[in-house]
Nanobody
């Protein structure tokens, strides 16, 4: 059974940085794409960014482009999200997503709070 575990969330002041990590386990197959979504308080879950593993192609939501960077980790089925210049509106639960063997898998989420 595939499991995704996120780490790295927390409380940060506006303008600060955080780095999230995600690791998928429980499979011998490589993810074809991994990414991040987030759910702000009282809102729907929204797309943040994604990376395709065969060519490292990336795509970002307009709201985070230029501030967030997604990258693959050294281990198989791992991904990182470097978040810079954080704003209060980035406050959300961040979820890791992986497409493995034509199925979408989700982590439990990690809280990111941007507040002074």
């Amino acid at each position: 059974q595939v499991q995704l575990v996120e780490s790295g969330g927390g409380l940060v002041q506006p303008g600060g940085s955080l780095r999230l990590s995600c690791a998928a386990s429980g499979t011998v197959f490589s993810a074809t794409a991994m990414g991040w979504y987030r759910q702000p308080p009282g809102k729907e879950r929204e797309f943040v960014t994604r990376i395709t593993t065969y060519n490292n192609s990336t795509i970002y939501a307009a709201s985070v482009k230029g501030r967030f960077t997604i990258s693959r980790g050294n281990a198989k089925n791992t991904v990182n999200l470097q978040m810079n210049s954080l704003k209060p509106e980035d406050t959300a639960v961040y979820y890791c997503n992986a497409n493995i063997q034509y199925s979408n898998h989700w982590g439990q989420g990690t809280q990111v709070t941007v507040s002074s």
